[in-house]
Structure formats: structure tokens, C-alpha cells
């Protein structure tokens, strides 16, 4: 067993219970910090123990703090996409006595603002949907030129105070001008404009990547068979597929020019009539699909531990 302990922020959902069981049944101590009422994560027969989180950050930080020195925590796992901003936020006070396992906020910026990582994507040759991102619901004009259907995308995923994310939905199928005019209009009456994307046909697929120092240490493929909507959302069903070496050396050359440290998943949707990809976004964090990837073989949790422990080499 290792000498070292692992609190997981947090192991509210299936990705971080994943976590837990693979660095749990590798013999690592491992504790599951959580915020809701469920905290899937933490009914795991390798957790060691449970913190629930106050609602408040600074107070959510002494709890870690408190909690830490208590069980000898050498290292925090960030899991979801609430959690890595406030990791990153809190490193100055957790380090060097805790090793982060997170991506830096720089990098995960690049991915929470899609904007950021399609420019990306587009200045490393790896094709992209056409986007526009309107500043008003008036702002019309360059969305006309886009071929109907398209799809409202969040254009990040930042939060306001606390852990409420700015946008609050996944996607949005959108079939005319009209429609995308009148949801417009919704969208500006709660707050910011989301991103105008074409829709991009076929199924999804993703290439996940775990990096440390520019180097692969570990990577996996799977497509989408179920999603919901069916247009384009949240993954349901999936499989694993063998590698595709165009979409991994995309996926790897993204995520260099990133400066990508940590576990990611590059999403592409796949066009079997043409053959052709167009990357979508960059799942900053562990993806939903994880456990497919973790049963398969490819322990991106327990890998992305061991990463951490070969600094000196």
C-alpha cells in the first residue's frame, strides 16, 4: 500500500467515485470530500472517511485545511468543474505541504472558455464548426450566414459566487433564424449570450489524454451510441474503440499547445458520411464516460497519482 493519503473534491458524482475506487483498490488511502446530500463517493468501501463541504469558500477551505492535517493528506484530487477553480484559487494556502492534482487555472481557463480553446484548435489546423458569438440578441447579422440547424453552446463554464455556474444548460437545438432569435431573447433577459454554433452531424467521440510534462502517459477513445438530447448532449451509452491515430495526434498537439498538465477528454464529433471530425470542446476535467474508460483498462485516476510522484524523474 502507499504511504500517501488522497482527498477527492469532490465525489458528489459518478466521476469522482470512480476516482475513489481506483486509488482505493490500489492500496492508496483515499477520502471523498462532497457538497450535496448524496455524496455517491463517499458510500465506496475504499473511502476512509467523509468531510462535507459548507456552501461558503473561505469556509470550505478551513474545512479542508482542518481535514487534512487530521488524516495526513498528501495529495487533493480535483474532479469536477467547480472544484478546479477553487483548488487553484486555494493553492497558495494547500501548497507545497499538498500536492493539487488539477490542471493549473491558466490551462483549465483555456478550456472552461470555449472560445479560447476553438481559436486554439484553429491556429493548429485541427477543423472546428463555424461559430459566432452574438453580444445581443440584435446581433443577428453574422448568424445568418451560418447553415441552419445550429446549436446554442454555453461560450464557459464560470461561476458567480459560490459554486452556481453563469450558464446553466447544456445545449440547445435550434432549427431557424426565427427560433434562434426569439431564444436569444430569452437568454439576454437572464444574463449573458450563449455561443451560436452549426450543427455538426454523427455521433460523438472522445480521446482522452493524460499528460505530464508534454508527454502522453496514458490515452483512450471512445463514441457516443445514446446521447440526450439526441441532437447532441450528455452522454449515455458508450464503447470503447480503437485509437484513432488522426484524432489522437490532434488531441495530443491541442493539448500541447494548451500547456496541458492532468486528464483531459478532447470531444469530436465524427460525420460517417464524409469521414470528417470537428472538434467540439475540451473536457477540462474527468469526463461522465470515465468509468467506461476505467473498466476498460485505462485508470486515468490512478494514473494521474502516480504522475505526480515522478517529478524528480
Request: hydrophobic share 35%; proline share 7%.
Amino acid at each position: 500500500s502507499s504511504p500517501d493519503a488522497i482527498l477527492v473534491v469532490t465525489a458528489d458524482t459518478v466521476p469522482g467515485l470512480t476516482a475513489v475506487r481506483s486509488l482505493g483498490c490500489k492500496g492508496v488511502r483515499v477520502y471523498a470530500a462532497y457538497r450535496t446530500g448524496m455524496g455517491v463517493g463517499t458510500y465506496s468501501r475504499y473511502c476512509r472517511g467523509a468531510l462535507r463541504l459548507p456552501s461558503g469558500r473561505d469556509e470550505a477551505l478551513e474545512e479542508i485545511v482542518r481535514y487534512s492535517r487530521a488524516h495526513d493528506i498528501t495529495h487533493i484530487m480535483g474532479i469536477e468543474e467547480l472544484d478546479i477553480p477553487f483548488l487553484n484559487w486555494a493553492r497558495g494556502r494547500l501548497e507545497p505541504q499538498i500536492k493539487l492534482l488539477c490542471p493549473t487555472q491558466k490551462a483549465f481557463s483555456l478550456a472552461l472558455h470555449k472560445e479560447c480553446t476553438l481559436a486554439i484548435a484553429r491556429n493548429s489546423g485541427i477543423p472546428v464548426p463555424r461559430t459566432v458569438y452574438p453580444s445581443c440578441s440584435r446581433d443577428l447579422a453574422e448568424c445568418s450566414t451560418l447553415r441552419f440547424p445550429v446549436v446554442l453552446k454555453p461560450k464557459h463554464r464560470d461561476t458567480k459566487e459560490g459554486w452556481q455556474p453563469i450558464f446553466n444548460f447544456k445545449s440547445e437545438y435550434i432549427e431557424s433564424p426565427r427560433e434562434l432569435a426569439q431564444k436569444l431573447e430569452e437568454h439576454e433577459r437572464r444574463g449573458p449570450l450563449p455561443m451560436v454554433k452549426e450543427f455538426a452531424p454523427g455521433y460523438g467521440v472522445g480521446v482522452s489524454v493524460l499528460m505530464h510534462r508534454e508527454s502522453v502517459q496514458q490515452i483512450f477513445q471512445h463514441r457516443r451510441l445514446r446521447e440526450w438530447p439526441p441532437q447532441g448532449g450528455v452522454s449515455v451509452c458508450s464503447e470503447s474503440v480503437p485509437l484513432d491515430p488522426r484524432l489522437a495526434e490532434q488531441s495530443v498537439a491541442l493539448l500541447r499547445a494548451m500547456q496541458w498538465e492532468g486528464a483531459a477528454m478532447v470531444e469530436y464529433r465524427f460525420d460517417p458520411e464524409t469521414g470528417s471530425s470537428l472538434l467540439m470542446e475540451v473536457n477540462g476535467r474527468f469526463w461522465g464516460s470515465l468509468p467506461l474508460a476505467y473498466y476498460a483498462g485505462a485508470d486515468f485516476p490512478y494514473l494521474l497519482y502516480r504522475s505526480s510522484s515522478c517529478e524528480s524523474s
